[in-house]
């Protein structure tokens, strides 16, 4: 025969512990859905760094070339010296919240001139 126990002091205490854990867990996953989002943005940031300062060496129009790889509010700056040209690309990315601040990731590239390219 097997005795039930009877009704008594932890009764209810699943529900305290939702209640305590579940917000936690909530911002546990915002902050990794946010970290991947911020590595996405990143890669994306390196690739049209790279794509601007290859295009860039080359003699062509860098700006065009990382802004067709970059994210989508996305700043790109580009200096041009006498045998290389870095880009930087930086761009936004929003936390998972509605009042949180945003995170900038960076992608920076350096390519050599190519030689007999005219600026």
Do not use: N, W, Y
């Given at each position: 025969?097997?005795?039930?126990?009877?009704?008594?002091?932890?009764?209810?205490?699943?529900?305290?512990?939702?209640?305590?854990?579940?917000?936690?867990?909530?911002?546990?996953?915002?902050?990794?859905?946010?970290?991947?989002?911020a590595v996405t943005?990143?890669?994306?940031?390196?690739?049209?760094?790279?794509?601007?300062?290859?295009?860039?060496?080359?003699?062509?129009?860098?700006?065009?070339?990382?802004?067709?790889?970059?994210?989508?509010?996305?700043?790109?700056?580009?200096?041009?010296?006498?045998?290389?040209?870095?880009?930087?690309?930086?761009?936004p990315v929003r936390?998972?919240?509605?009042?949180?601040?945003?995170?900038?990731?960076?992608?920076?590239?350096?390519?050599?001139?190519?030689?007999?390219?005219?600026?």
């Amino acid at each position: 025969m097997i005795q039930r126990r009877p009704p008594g002091r932890d009764r209810g205490s699943f529900t305290a512990e939702l209640a305590a854990g579940l917000p936690a867990l909530i911002m546990l996953l915002l902050a990794g859905l946010t970290a991947v989002a911020a590595v996405t943005a990143k890669g994306q940031c390196v690739d049209a760094a790279r794509e601007g300062a290859i295009a860039g060496a080359r003699g062509e129009g860098a700006t065009a070339a990382a802004d067709r790889v970059a994210p989508p509010g996305a700043s790109i700056d580009v200096a041009t010296g006498d045998d290389a040209v870095t880009v930087v690309v930086r761009a936004p990315v929003r936390m998972l919240g509605a009042h949180l601040p945003a995170i900038t990731v960076e992608g920076r590239a350096v390519a050599a001139r190519e030689p007999g390219v005219i600026e």
